[in-house]
């Protein structure tokens, strides 16, 4: 196999995150509150893949809600 045997790996993520993005906004006409949950399910989930370094570069809420951080005291 070549180099030029294979399909482009930018394209093919391209076209999963638009993808995946149609059916985020599909399912949010549906059911907003399930939205925030399959996505804050997906972050942990990646979060964990990455042995908890996903979580250093998400912001302050994103973290919270998805449960991956306890909110800051004000």
């Not at 030029?4 to 930018?10: F, I, Q, S």
Request: proline residues 7%; glycine residues 6%; aromatic residues 0%.
């Amino acid at each position: 196999m070549t180099g030029a045997d294979r399909a482009d790996p930018v394209a093919a993520t391209d076209d999963d995150a638009a993808e995946l993005i149609a059916q985020l906004r599909a399912l949010a006409g549906a059911d907003p509150a399930e939205v925030r949950q399959v996505v804050a399910e997906v972050l942990a989930a990646l979060d964990r893949a990455a042995g908890g370094a996903l979580r250093e570069h998400l912001p302050e809420a994103i973290r919270v809600d998805a449960g991956l951080d306890a909110p800051s005291p004000a």
